[in-house]
């Protein structure tokens, strides 16, 4: 057990943890004190002749100086002893604990990143340049694009992201707020030329994860990790709008005439089988008659049309036409005219 704390790594300090682990945003986390298990050790800072290396990168640190750089350093500490009271106040510098300062002695890099606390400097020879840790938001300008199935968008997105080494940010780009900006823009026309129009309304999450992990890849060698990325809106123009639009209504238009056919082929079934069950009991129809006029007088109508039976009526039509007399018979005629006897017979409306 002891051994094995002794294997976990102990830093005294959070930019020693910081230089020590991986800078990509897929990394694993290190593990501050004893307790866990301990990662593999980083490769050491190496030395190759004069010239210092930080991660793979190369500077002129410790590369003899020249004279001329002897002795205007001799002279710089000669003017901050004569002017001690007052340049302690211009060579003391203070840095917070969100921000980390690179130091350049001559042109040349002085040591890594400083901070968070005070550090010193020389006048006239030294300078310094600030980096914020802190998370910083921007929003990846509107860009109108062509999309996989040739479709004119508007896409927007939000970018997160933090400086992870101070000393990548500085020395090996010029701006890394600017670069990050515009590769972030480059980046979201590159991904939604490669889709198509279903794809980028229904996927922006996975097509968010592509660009966030295209991005952080891109600015690792820059010190910048790309924490997140949303996608704020997909915007269409109006006449695409409007074709959409119609598109839908007439799929639900077609969905719903499909509907009501199933519904009139179904009520149609139901009304076949209730005409057999009546018509199997005369005194059914009756009695469906007067639930009709039951519901029709719950209404208040003024008019109401009373539906009568045929039925009804059938021995009242037979005994009729047996008191009727029988229509003579026509006498032949020569093929001059016929009588139409028939049409001169009184029409009787049953």
Request: net charge negative; with cysteine.
């Amino acid at each position: 057990m002891e051994s094995q704390q002794q294997d976990v790594p102990v830093y005294a300090n959070y930019e020693d943890m910081r230089n020590s682990g991986p800078t990509s945003s897929t990394a694993y986390m290190i593990n501050m004190g004893p307790g866990g298990v301990p990662p593999e050790q980083p490769q050491p800072r190496k030395r190759s002749g004069t010239t210092q290396q930080y991660r793979g990168f190369k500077t002129s640190e410790n590369e003899p100086r020249g004279c001329m750089e002897w002795l205007v350093t001799l002279l710089s500490v000669l003017v901050f002893i004569i002017t001690s009271p007052i340049a302690i106040f211009i060579c003391f510098k203070v840095v917070a604990e969100y921000e980390r300062a690179i130091i350049f002695r001559l042109g040349r890099l002085s040591g890594g990143a400083r901070g968070p606390g005070m550090f010193f400097i020389l006048p006239c020879i030294d300078e310094y340049r600030k980096v914020d840790l802190r998370t910083v938001t921007f929003n990846v300008p509107q860009q109108e694009m062509l999309t996989k199935d040739s479709v004119t968008v508007t896409v927007d997105a939000v970018v997160y992201y933090r400086i992870s080494d101070p000393l990548y940010a500085v020395v090996q780009v010029e701006d890394y707020s600017l670069s990050t900006r515009l590769l972030a823009a480059t980046t979201l026309r590159n991904i939604v030329g490669t889709r198509n129009l279903s794809e980028l309304l229904t996927e922006r999450e996975i097509l968010a994860h592509h660009m966030q992990a295209t991005l952080d890849e891109a600015t690792e060698p820059w010190g910048v990790m790309v924490e997140r990325v949303e996608i704020k809106d997909v915007s269409l123009p109006v006449s695409m709008q409007r074709a959409m639009a119609a598109e839908a209504e007439a799929a639900r238009d077609a969905r719903a005439k499909v509907i009501a056919a199933e519904g009139e082929k179904k009520s149609a079934t139901a009304l076949k089988e209730a005409s057999d069950v009546i018509s199997s009991s005369p005194s059914a129809l009756q009695l469906r008659y007067l639930q009709t006029l039951s519901s029709i007088s719950a209404e208040k109508n003024s008019t109401i049309v009373f539906p009568l039976p045929m039925e009804l009526l059938t021995p009242y039509l037979a005994k009729y036409a047996q008191m009727m007399p029988s229509p003579p018979q026509l006498p032949e005629k020569s093929d001059a005219t016929l009588i139409n006897a028939a049409a001169a017979w009184p029409k009787t409306n049953l």
